[in-house]
């Protein structure tokens, strides 16, 4: 079947639909043509919604993510202040002749440098020593200043004098007591 073809004067002054002008080019499949609302002119208003709803969410979504890094230096904070403790205890409850360091530079070198601690060392008079550990919390926050401090203790044990408890077998035998 061949197209219609019309005569060269009427062809110039009528303009035919496509589909009778000539054979027809694929086009793809037919898609389906929405409202004549949304295709006018109007449909523009709606560009940019989506960046307009994530710049007034971002805030909120920094405000979330510097609350859970400060958690998480609250959280370290305390970690250090407990690895302070145990390294300055451990150390004040060894032999004098083993250890040269004073407990407060032991429990210094166990934290990290940046963190700001005070580290007190005492004894109970008895046979253990208690070493408590004070460490600021740093903030990211602009305009906090003060999370507080993170505090943590620490209680060991000092050895025994030679001697002392099970008699002569104490200074000869090592590991687990006799049964």
Not at 2 to 20: C, E, G, N, T
Request: no cysteine; charged share 20%; net charge positive.
């Amino acid at each position: 079947m061949s197209a219609v073809r019309l005569p060269a004067r009427l062809r110039d002054a009528v303009r035919l639909p496509a589909r009778l002008r000539g054979p027809a080019r694929f086009r793809g499949p037919a898609r389906f043509r929405g409202p004549a609302r949304l295709r006018g002119p109007g449909r523009d208003r709606d560009r940019g919604q989506v960046s307009l709803e994530f710049l007034g969410f971002l805030p909120l979504l920094l405000v979330v993510g510097l609350a859970v890094v400060q958690l998480g230096l609250a959280a370290f904070a305390v970690q250090q202040a407990g690895t302070g403790a145990r390294a300055a205890a451990r150390t004040a409850s060894m032999d004098r002749a083993d250890h040269p360091a004073d407990p407060q530079a032991a429990g210094r070198a166990a934290m990290s440098d940046w963190v700001k601690a005070g580290i007190t060392v005492g004894g109970d008079g008895g046979g253990s020593v208690r070493a408590t550990v004070q460490v600021t919390i740093p903030s990211i926050i602009p305009g906090v200043d003060d999370f507080g401090t993170a505090r943590r203790s620490a209680t060991m044990p000092r050895p025994q004098e030679p001697g002392a408890g099970l008699g002569a077998a104490a200074d000869t035998y090592e590991g687990a007591a006799p049964r």
